[in-house]
């Protein structure tokens, strides 16, 4: 059997392949952070369509943390029974969802009516905002929110939780020596950067149970010439490894990064797929635990290289599955064609366009 479909496990949690959904916001929330009937639908389809793990679109853990309208929410204990919705409507067709988590920082929604929350008063260089540096307090508020927020999850029977510590949201710009100019505990070198995140891990383990499978979402690095760099990024996800994350998705970029951000365009011969693969071999050699690795992975052929020469353990799709749901299944009955997502990237103007996330090649050809 090919081993990209042997079920696997991340640790308490067993997975049917190693194909994950990378978290995709599809902006079909209702303004509270409840998901909608057709956002349910479309966690179910994805599930059917043989998703080992489908993580979740980001979900805000406080409301000066939104990112932009129609975002899914964990924020409020009242959207438990709309959150277990999604969990079961993924459990009733086999497979298994977590939920990702995000503080958006100075990338904050626009109709916020307040400063943006961010480590420092750094001009954003991608919405031109500035933010409001965060006091201590305020740190650990946001800290308890996370943790509070992956309780909900584990109550709503999400599998795991996914922590979002990248590109350029609230704790990737902490990670950031750009961004983040503080000058006490959670500023300057690496560990102190980085200590948002720690104990954000710990208090997670405290309020959602230490077999409750925690995921993070990282860069490894963020391209923009001024931010985190890859050794520093490395450090960060051995250190998270000895605390006991059990699973890091290696992402990269900030919106600053432009061409070089995470959602690169124009994958369209296999030397462009898998675009951070360079960075995954590397990391995996230092990492105990295999990473899941996103971005541009089009084809069955790479993602069996990749699995081979051990870079990494699990494959994150983003694109590929708003184009085609049903493109695992479609794989492991054995039609090895390449993704039909042409890397266009009109799926992430859809939201604007057309009020949530589409293909708009499908969408065109419907009318």
């Known amino acids: 059997m090919n081993a990209l ?130 006091p201590i307090e305020t740190i650990r508020s946001v800290v308890e929110d996370f943790a509070q927020a992956a309780r909900r999850a584990r109550e709503a029977d999400f599998d795991a939780v996914q922590v979002h510590a990248a590109h350029g949201y609230l704790f990737s710009s902490f990670l950031s020596p750009y961004c983040n100019r503080r000058d006490d505990e959670y500023g300057g070198p690496i560990e102190n950067r980085a200590r948002i995140v720690f104990e954000t891990c710990e208090a997670i383990r405290e309020r959602a149970g230490s077999d409750f499978p925690l995921l993070i979402k990282i860069n490894c690095e963020d391209f923009d010439g001024a931010g985190l760099q890859s050794e520093d990024s490395l450090w960060v996800c051995r250190e998270l490894e000895r605390r006991g994350i059990d699973a890091i998705e290696l992402s990269g970029g900030v919106p600053a990064a432009k061409l070089n951000g995470p959602v690169r365009a124009r994958i369209d011969r296999p030397e462009r797929e898998a675009y951070f693969r360079d960075h995954a071999r590397r990391f995996s050699k230092q990492l105990k635990r295999p990473l899941m690795l996103v971005g541009g992975l089009r084809s069955i052929e790479t993602a069996e290289e990749i699995l081979a020469e051990g870079a990494a353990g699990f494959f994150s799709l983003c694109r590929p599955l708003i184009r085609e749901p049903e493109l695992i299944q479609r794989w492991s009955l054995g039609d090895r064609s390449k993704s039909q997502c042409e890397s266009c990237n009109r799926c992430f103007s859809s939201v604007r366009e057309r009020g949530s996330l589409q293909c708009m090649k499908i969408a065109g050809h419907a009318g």
Request: contains cysteine.
């Open 5 to 134: 479909f042997q079920q696997c496990r991340i640790g308490t949690m067993e997975l049917r392949n190693r194909f994950v959904r990378s978290a995709t916001n599809e902006s079909m929330a209702e303004d509270n952070g409840a998901p909608t009937d057709a956002l349910v639908e479309l966690y179910r389809r994805l599930s059917r369509g043989e998703v080992g793990l489908i993580i979740s679109g980001f979900a805000y853990v406080r409301p000066r943390g939104k990112a932009v309208k129609g975002q899914l929410g964990a924020w409020d204990d009242s959207l438990i029974p709309a959150l277990s919705r999604m969990a079961r409507a993924v459990h009733d067709e086999g497979g298994r969802i977590a939920l990702q988590i995000v503080h958006a920082g100075a990338q904050g929604h626009v109709d916020l009516g307040q400063p943006r929350e961010a480590p420092s008063a750094v001009e954003d260089r991608a919405n031109g905002s500035m933010p409001e540096a965060m």
